[in-house]
C-alpha cells in the first residue's frame, strides 16, 4: 500500500523544463556510454575482426560519394575508432556531471550524435534501434541547449523527443499485430529459442506454460499500441504506462540481452513526463 500512496504522489508530482531536459540528456549519455565501452571492449576480441574490418563491409557504402566513403573508412580505421570511442565515453561522463555550462552540454550532446553517425558503419553488425533513439535523443538534446534561453524551443524539442517515443512503441505494436504469429501468441517461444535473441531458461518457462506466454504476448501488443494513452486523462495513465514499459525493457535486457534499449527509452521518459502533466497548458512564456 505505501508502494502505491508513493507513486501516485509522484505521478502528482511535477517536472520542470530543465529537469525534464537534463535527465533526457543525462540518460541518453550512459546509451552512448554503454556503447562505447562495449566496442572498445569487443575491439580485443579477435572473433570479432572480421565483422568490423572496413574492407569487407565498404562495399556496402559503395553508392557514397567518394570523399565520403573515403571519410568512412578513415574513421573506420581500428586505431582512429577506438580514438572517437574514447572521446565519446569522455563527452557522456562530462553530460552525468550536473552543473556544466550549456554551452558545455550542447557541444557534448551534438558530438555524441555526430558521431553516432559517422561510426555506424564500422558497426554494421549488432546495431539495434537503442542506437538509432540515442542519436536522435542526443542532438535534439543539444538543440534544445542551444535555445535553451528561449522556453518555446526547449518545450519543441522535448515534445519532439515524447512524440517520437510515443510513435515507436506504437509503430512497433502494430506492425507485431499484423503478424499472425504475435496475434496468436506463438512468436514468443520462436524468439527465445533463437540463438541471437534467445534464452534457454526463458525459453523452457514459455513452453512448459503457454497460456502464460500467450498472456505475456498480448500485454506487449497491448501496451505497444496502447502507449499514447499518456496524452490522454490528463497525464493520470502516464506513469503507469512508462513503469510497465520501463519493465518490459528490463525483462528485455536480461532474457534478449537488449541492455541498451533500457536507456535508450528511458531518456525519453522524462520529456514524456513534461509533456503530458496537467498543468502544462497552462504554460505562459516570456515575450
Not at 36 to 55: F, G, I, K, M, T
Not at 208 to 233: D, H, I, N, Q, S
Request: proline share 4%; hydrophobic share 45%.
Amino acid at each position: 500500500m505505501k508502494i502505491l500512496k508513493r507513486i501516485k504522489e509522484i505521478s502528482r508530482s511535477q517536472i520542470s523544463r530543465e529537469r525534464a531536459l537534463t535527465a533526457t540528456e543525462q540518460i541518453s549519455a550512459i546509451t552512448h556510454l554503454v556503447n562505447s565501452l562495449e566496442v572498445l571492449a569487443n575491439d580485443r576480441n579477435p572473433r570479432n575482426a572480421a565483422l568490423v574490418d572496413w574492407n569487407l563491409i565498404k562495399d556496402e557504402y559503395s553508392w557514397a560519394p567518394r570523399h565520403v566513403h573515403d571519410f568512412l573508412g578513415f574513421v573506420s580505421r581500428p586505431g582512429v575508432s577506438r580514438a572517437i570511442h574514447v572521446a565519446r565515453a569522455a563527452s557522456a561522463l562530462s553530460l552525468m556531471i550536473p552543473g556544466t555550462h550549456r554551452h558545455h552540454r550542447a557541444a557534448a550532446g551534438m558530438f555524441l550524435s555526430l558521431t553516432s553517425v559517422i561510426t555506424s558503419p564500422r558497426q554494421h553488425f549488432g546495431t539495434d534501434g537503442s542506437d538509432q533513439v540515442a542519436f536522435l535523443v542526443q542532438g535534439v538534446a543539444a538543440l534544445a541547449r542551444m535555445g535553451e534561453q528561449q522556453p518555446r524551443t526547449v518545450d519543441s524539442c522535448l515534445w519532439f523527443v515524447g512524440l517520437q517515443s510515443s510513435l515507436s512503441y506504437f509503430a512497433s505494436g502494430v506492425a507485431k499485430a499484423a503478424g499472425p504469429l504475435w496475434r496468436s501468441g506463438e512468436a514468443l517461444p520462436l524468439i527465445l529459442r533463437t540463438e541471437a535473441y534467445g534464452d534457454s531458461t526463458a525459453y523452457r518457462l514459455v513452453k512448459k506454460y503457454p497460456a502464460a506466454a500467450r498472456a505475456a504476448t498480448t500485454g506487449v501488443l497491448l501496451l505497444e499500441c496502447g502507449f499514447p494513452v499518456v496524452f490522454l486523462a490528463k497525464g493520470r495513465m502516464t506513469l503507469p504506462v512508462l513503469i510497465s514499459a520501463g519493465t518490459f525493457h528490463v525483462i528485455n535486457a536480461r532474457v534478449m540481452g537488449l541492455s541498451r534499449f533500457v536507456w535508450a527509452f528511458l531518456s525519453t521518459y522524462p520529456a514524456i513526463l513534461y509533456i503530458t502533466q496537467e498543468d502544462l497548458g497552462s504554460v505562459r512564456y516570456e515575450q
